[in-house]
């Protein structure tokens, strides 16, 4: 396996540039306590229209959100994040309706035990020109585990909610990118995630590392983390995003 680890010199971070499908053959079994992963949605099409600063703009993420058979991608790596996750880790994927469906009935599949459906909602999401339809504002996170005996920080997710237990619905804007990735998830939903789902020194997965953002976060919040991205251009932006964070604990 070829690792670009090289200028970031800590075991506690490792970075992979390939198909996470192939290189997560190499992680050891029952051994990531938190996965996030952010796969492609494909919702990219050439005749898919968004609106982009108030303007119609084609829906183009990249080839890489445009995939032939999403039901087999899914299940291919799906099963191949679930053997690397511990027996009480969880594993966090986001999702749209273009895709959410298709890893629901997956995880059902893999007889995963679903714990929620995060509704992440954007309160900013952008205006839609068109008017045959809602404005999408809403992105979904299943949480599953292998086992009904999972690490889950209630406490803390209690003490982070001004002392109200959590619920499954997170308003949280999507922020301004801190890089040229067209899909970087926002740092604070990441927080969110990581505080609740991991402890200090665990290890957190991401198969879909895009910009980096949930290596930041990890390495922030000190915890070990894995990350694997195919482009080399994001890789290069992801390695150098998380090379520049410094460690510190939130809580
Ligand atoms: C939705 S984006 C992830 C964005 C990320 N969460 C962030 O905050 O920047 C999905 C990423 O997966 C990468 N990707 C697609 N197929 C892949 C594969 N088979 N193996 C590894 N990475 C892949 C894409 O290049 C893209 O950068």
Known sequence: ?????????RANIK????????????????????????PPYNLSGKNFLTCKSGRIAKCDKGS???LSNIEEFNMKWIKAVIRV??????????????????????LKKLDLWIINDVIW???????????????????L???ASKSKKYNFNYKLAKSINNGKQMR??????AGRHKTSHPTEKPEKLLEKIILIGSNKDDTILDPFMGSGTTGVVAKRLKRKFIGIEIDKGYFDIAEKRIKNTSEFLLI
């Not at 996750?85 to 997956?106: A, E």
């Not at 909602?121 to 992105?139: D, G, H, Q, Y």
């Open 121 to 139: 909602f954007k309160p900013n999401a952008p205006p839609l020109r068109i008017t045959n339809r809602f404005v999408p504002s809403t992105e």
């Open 141 to 143: 996170i299943w949480v």
């Open 1 to 9: 396996m070829k690792e670009y680890s090289g200028k970031i010199r």
């Open 168 to 173: 499954n619905m997170w308003i949280l804007s």
């Open 15 to 38: 970075l992979f540039c390939g198909d996470a499908i192939e290189l997560l053959k190499y992680i050891k079994p029952k051994s990531i306590d938190l996965i996030f992963a952010d």
């Open 85 to 106: 996750l511990k027996d009480d880790g969880t594993i966090w994927i986001s999702g749209t309706l273009h895709n959410h469906p298709s890893i629901g009935v997956i």
């Open 64 to 66: 890489w959100d445009q």
